[in-house]
């Protein structure tokens, strides 16, 4: 069983910065997908970035490119995401997904939940004005 645990929330101020980290255990395959999703109680869960592990392709959704970077952690296998600026509306809990079929995430997208396979219990973000 595949298990996902996102750690790095909180709250933070309005243009400040924030790291959220996903550590995965019980992986059965070797390269996966791994992507980042964020939701609130009004809105749909939104992909906002991926990457595949096997070639290090990386997608951004147009909402937060140039302010996210993602990347993968050679020694843990963590993956984490790097959100700088932060504005208000970037108010949200962040999942964590991952897929065994690492070629779903593409430089150009898109990134639908229901690719995704794997999600862990998010990570509450919240920026304040």
């Known amino acids: 069983q595949v298990q996902l645990v996102e750690s790095g929330g909180g709250l933070v101020q309005s243009g400040e910065s924030l790291t959220l980290s996903c550590a995965a255990r019980?992986?059965?395959?070797?390269?996966?997908?791994i992507g980042w999703f964020r939701q609130s109680p009004k809105t749909e869960r939104e992909g906002i970035s991926c990457i595949n592990t096997l070639y290090g392709e990386k997608y951004f959704a147009s909402s937060v490119k140039d302010r996210l970077t993602i990347s993968r952690d050679n020694v843990t296998g963590a993956v984490v995401l790097q959100m700088n600026g932060l504005r208000v509306e970037d108010t949200d809990v962040y999942f964590c997904?991952?897929?065994?079929?690492?070629?779903?995430?593409?430089?150009?997208?898109?990134?639908?939940?229901?690719?995704?396979?794997?999600w862990g219990q998010g990570t509450q973000v919240t920026v304040s004005g």
């Open positions: 019980e992986f059965v395959s070797e390269y996966y997908s």
């Open positions: 997904a991952a897929d065994p079929q690492f070629y779903i995430c593409k430089e150009d997208g898109p990134m639908p939940r229901f690719w995704y396979d794997h």
